[in-house]
């Protein structure tokens, strides 16, 4: 998905995302470290998206940090396993932009099709917080019917 642009981060460093293009689905993942539902969700999002991924790469998460300053951004996407944007890349303002009307507030977990980007669901925190690891059947099948 080329709207994501193709330069992104990782704990690992920078990368061109590998991972994105062979997602079944991909989650755009808008939080700050100030926040703290964010700090309480983060955690969740960590583990579900390990076991999601844990055999083979399923899910792939870009992180949109809110945060007020270089530094808080970096320690927020410290301990994420999943991909982020350079604190000034221009691109993330663009995406956030493309979906802001689909963000309520944060944390936010859009659920989008890989192949077209629609937002298959913007509820994902909720889902991941009723079902579980249950969610990530549930958006394969609303994603079936868009």
């Known amino acids: 998905m080329d709207k994501f642009g193709t ?3 990782s704990v690992e460093g ?14 755009v993942y808008i939080g700050a ?7 309480r969700f983060t955690p969740s999002l960590i ?15 870009i992180y949109i940090g809110m945060d007020e300053n270089e530094e808080k ?10 991909l982020f944007y350079d604190f000034k890349e221009f ?9 802001k ?7 936010c977990l859009l659920i989008l099709n890989p192949n077209n980007g629609q ?3 913007n509820q994902g925190r909720g889902t991941i917080e009723k079902e579980g690891q249950g969610a990530f059947e549930k958006w394969l099948t609303q994603m079936s019917f868009k």
């Open 47 to 61: 583990e579900f998206y390990t076991k999601i991924n844990e055999d083979i790469q399923q899910l792939e998460i």
């Open 101 to 107: 009307k689909h963000i309520q507030g944060i944390p």
């Open 73 to 82: 951004y970096k320690e927020t996407v410290s301990d994420m396993p999943w």
């Open 14 to 27: 920078p990368t061109d995302g590998p991972n994105l293009k062979n997602a079944r689905l991909v989650g």
């Open 33 to 39: 470290k100030w926040s703290q539902p964010c700090q």
């Open 91 to 99: 691109v993330k303002y663009q995406v956030y932009y493309e979906y």
């Open 7 to 9: 330069s992104f981060q």
């Open 119 to 121: 937002v298959i669901t």
